[in-house]
């Protein structure tokens, strides 16, 4: 019980360093859209905090525009797409962020299909 009263008071938590702080603006077909990319490390160099997202105000109205996203905010590891959150199996950052740019990849054809279909 004292463990989780300290880590309630906030001074269990690691010391973090934010190590990637990355915002891509999306040109056209995309305008208006962005990427971002957030990764925060302790002092031993292991990921501790993450925000990946794709935010497109044209695609999605809700969650101030973001289409995908994935985070570990409020203590656990959870993926946000077009309005909802559900949780999923962390393994490790790095094949997160190769499964978060591929479906923004999947994402992409899927507008752009749906584009070329209206035209």
Known sequence: MLSWAVRRKG?????????VDETIYLKRPRRGALLK???WWDK???VVKYSLAYVNP???TVDNGRVLGYD????HHHKHFMGTRE??????????AVRFYDEVQKL???????RDKSH
Request: hydrophobic share 35%; charged share 40%.
């Open 44 to 46: 031993g160099g292991q």
């Open 11 to 19: 001074t269990a938590r690691r010391a973090a360093e934010k190590v």
């Open 87 to 96: 949780s999923f199996d962390f393994t490790a950052y790095e094949a997160l």
């Open 37 to 39: 990319e957030e990764v």
């Open 72 to 75: 570990n905010s409020h203590d």
């Open 108 to 114: 992409w054809r899927k507008e752009d299909e749906e």
């Open 58 to 60: 044209a695609i999605c």
